[in-house]
């Protein structure tokens, strides 16, 4: 079921997720342009009558279809077809800004080890504008990101059992706020008041993937 | 709505399921809904309900619940040993229920799951589009969280068919739950096996390890290792195998996180699912590789035992 890559340069691998679901991987880079096309595949997939459900990934959609409408090659057809058209001019997400209390837990291991000090964390940490990539793992969390090179650290060796909702923490070249104090490997280094997690609200989480977070220091 | 059941005692845990909100998946929320949906479905088409229906989920032991006034129920999956008023009742069959008597269980015999449907669904609290109970975010199902004794359960809707009690489904019309086989699809990243490890994924015996619950279980058994560069988060599925980083594979199961980044080696079909959630913590299992055309048959034979039973 390999598909030859796609008219954008990009490598297309389609396969099955089991009988009644598929995953399309449209490459293997942390990209924004990559992410921006899994979106709106996933958006253009979610109109079929055969499609149940299309989630996208960082650079990946995964379609849930119904086995009595679709076969994993026909959507894998249909997949490739949308796939080599030329994306519409996404949108640019909606911004949110997020005040950020700099206090975490960690944020003295991470000035320690990145050789940084924290003013300077903080100063890297809200200087871009993240994007959400994908909106998913637990209620309301989001990936976000690219994180800047420089405050780049590999999971904690330990994670902790219990992360405290609010929690703004970084790994690897991402960054994101724990929405429910959920266990985690990601180094704390800041809290926020903001919800992220809003069960009574529809679709229930502040963020969707695309959206575009600015993180800015409550302490001035 | 008049009450319907009375729930004496609540069994370990019982929750309100149905079929799940497939749409909350992009917001990272648990497709959630029963883990048997084959049982669940039978369940509410024993009573003239439809498979969407809400249905009571029993995990272990059963509950003890006492009818406020005559209704028509009926109990699948798990044989948690059900009873009326002391009285041995068959399972896979529509019963009446007469005001004041009591469904009991009693000691569990084989499986994991029960499913409780009464004629005219359960009442209960809809969120994003689904009335499975989600623990975590105390949403849906009988006010977000399991039966306590003491509760009312009410009926959704009086019954909109004439009620038929003694409606059955043979045992070969349901899924074999006493053969521990898992049909898989070889999974996206399978590739990322040695051969020799491929192979031992797929002839192995696995354990169901103590770490399982709805959310997924940790299996035991021989240790994978996988290659390659680490992956991006993508959507999960239910029956996904996945393997992390310390080589023991873990099965989703219907409250699954939504997006992972671990390689999912093997994916269990439907047709399997409902044995999958019938497992407890020690059953041995095999994963057995099929083609999606095989899983296919074995969804259409399941299917069609489901429609046997809206044809009365």
């Given amino acids: 079921m390999k598909i030859p890559p796609a008219r954008t340069g990009h490598r297309l691998r389609i396969q099955p997720l089991g009988d009644t679901a598929l995953l399309a991987e449209l490459g293997t880079r942390l990209d924004t342009a990559l992410n921006t096309r899994a979106i709106a595949l996933a958006a253009a997939l979610k109109k079929r009558r055969d499609v149940r459900q299309a989630v996208a990934g960082y650079a990946s959609v995964t379609v849930h279809f119904d086995p009595d409408l679709a076969t994993h090659d026909s959507l894998a057809a249909a997949i490739k077809r949308l796939a080599a058209k030329h994306p519409p001019m996404a949108e640019p997400g909606r911004l949110h800004r997020i005040p950020v209390t700099y206090d975490g837990p960690d944020i003295e291991a991470v000035s320690t080890r990145l050789g940084l000090s924290p003013e300077k964390i903080v100063e890297l940490h809200t200087r871009p504008i993240y994007r959400a990539f994908l909106v998913g793992f637990v209620p309301g969390w989001a990936y976000l990101g690219p994180l800047a090179e420089e405050l780049a650290l590999p999971r904690r060796d330990a994670p902790r059992t219990q992360v405290p909702a609010g929690s703004v923490a970084i790994a690897n070249r991402q960054t994101g706020i724990y929405p429910l104090p959920t266990p985690g490997g990601w180094h704390l280094i800041g809290r926020t008041k903001v919800k992220l997690f809003l069960p009574d609200s529809d679709p229930p989480c502040l963020f969707r993937a695309g959206d575009r977070i600015k993180f800015f220091s409550s302490q001035g | ?312």
């Fill in chain 2, 1 to 312: 709505m008049t009450p319907t059941l009375r729930v004496q005692e609540p069994g370990l845990l019982t929750t309100v399921q149905d079929l799940g909100r497939p749409n909350a998946i992009s917001s990272g929320v648990p497709p959630g809904g029963a883990m048997d949906r084959f049982a669940h479905s039978a369940a509410n088409l024993l009573v003239g309900n439809d498979v969407g229906h809400a249905t009571l989920e029993c995990t272990l032991t059963g509950p003890h619940l006492v009818a406020e006034r005559a209704c028509l129920v009926a109990v699948t999956g798990a044989d948690l040993e059900p009873r009326i008023n002391g009285e041995p009742v068959p399972m896979w069959t529509s019963f009446f229920l007469a005001a004041g008597d009591r469904l009991t269980f009693g000691t569990r015999t084989t499986g994991a799951r029960a499913y409780i449907a009464v004629a005219g669904a359960f009442e209960a609290d809809r969120w994003l589009g689904s009335v499975s109970t989600n623990l975590m975010a105390a949403r849906g199902g009988f006010h977000g969280r399991s039966l306590k004794s003491g509760d009312v359960l009410t009926n959704a809707w009086e019954p909109r068919k004439p009620a038929v009690s003694g409606r059955g489904l043979v045992e070969h019309q349901r899924p074999g739950y006493d053969d521990h086989t898992l049909h898989v699809i070889a999974g996206p990243h399978a590739k990322r096996l040695s051969p020799e490890h491929r192979s031992l994924l797929f002839s192995a015996p696995y354990k169901v390890s103590r770490d399982a619950d709805r959310m997924g279980y940790r299996l035991e058994g021989p240790q994978l290792v996988t290659s390659g560069d680490e992956l991006l988060s993508f959507g999960l599925v239910a029956g996904a195998v996945q393997v992390p980083p310390n080589g023991q594979p873990i099965l989703l199961m219907a409250d699954h996180h939504t997006a992972g980044g671990y390689p999912v080696v093997a994916t269990v079909v439907s047709a399997s699912l409902p044995i999958a959630a019938q497992l407890l913590p020690g059953d041995d299992l095999r994963l057995v590789e099929v083609k999606v055309e095989r899983a296919r048959q074995m969804r259409k034979a399941l299917e069609s035992a489901l429609e046997s039973l809206r044809t009365f």
